[in-house]
């Protein structure tokens, strides 16, 4: 059973006489514990195709099943339910809010979802020896460096247990000391945890840490390459 199956997506923007396809019928599906990346030029569809999975945009035609669940057909009080319960974002830009410590960044997404209160520290601590945050986790935002404000964004992402971690040029706000390390992080996740990461980027190091890319052009998959384990890096 896959954790995500995209068919037959179609996104159009505009109207008569002046349409965009943003998205011009993509189809695939995404296995539970598959780390999958989206590539492509600037213009190419990928954040019009992620926005349209993770439900913050609608698709004009086809249907997005995450665990069995059609979220083409959910209302806007479901959606905002099953984006807190079943997705884990990553952003370019973290996302982190400044007024609050890692730590609570952390526990926020758990309260939002009601976990009992005892669980939450237990939670926020195992998250955090995973993504090797432990140390800063008293600190806000502004006190941590990029690299480690995105391994915060990242525990944040995880620490609900959902099925499928979105992310969105995770990288692209880092020097490639911190890429390496947080995108070393995502391969730990992946395997340990079994995590489920969908990974959009334009950066071909980044993609690289992938097991299998789809390459988007024109709102349409045209190559997509399935790695071994140790093609990278050599
Ligand atoms: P990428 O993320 O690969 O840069 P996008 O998904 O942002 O690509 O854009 C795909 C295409 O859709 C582009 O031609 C873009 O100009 C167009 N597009 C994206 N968002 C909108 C919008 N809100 N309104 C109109 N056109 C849009
Ligand atoms: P990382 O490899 O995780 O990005 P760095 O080696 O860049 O970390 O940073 C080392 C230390 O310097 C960190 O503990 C962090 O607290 C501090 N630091 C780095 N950059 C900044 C910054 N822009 N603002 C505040 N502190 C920073």
Known sequence: E??????????????????TKAVDDISFGVAKGEFIGIMGASGS???????????????????????G???????????????????????QDFNLLDTLTA????????????????????????VAKQLEIEDVLQKYPYQLSGGQKQRVASARAIVTNPSLILADEPTGALD??????????FETLNRNLDATILMVTHDAFTA???????????????????RGDNTRKQ
Do not use: W
């Open 103 to 126: 730590y609570e960044n952390i526990a926020l997404a758990l309260s939002i979802i009601k976990t009992a209160p005892g669980e939450i520290d237990v939670r926020v601590r195992q």
């Open 176 to 185: 490639s000391k911190s890429s390496r390390m947080l995108l070393e992080s």
């Open 45 to 67: 569809g990928k954040t019009t195709l992620l926005n349209c999975i993770s439900t913050i945009d609608s698709a004009t035609a086809g249907h997005i099943f995450i665990n």
């Open 208 to 226: 690289s840490y992938c097991h299998r890319i789809l390459f988007i052009k024109d709102g349409k998959i045209f190559n997509e390459i399935v």
């Open 69 to 91: 669940m059609d979220i083409t057909r959910l209302n806007q009080k479901k959606l905002s339910r099953f984006r807190r319960e079943q997705l884990g974002f990553i952003f």
């Open 2 to 19: 896959n954790v995500l199956t995209v068919e037959h997506i179609e996104k159009y923007y505009g109207n008569k006489g002046n349409v």
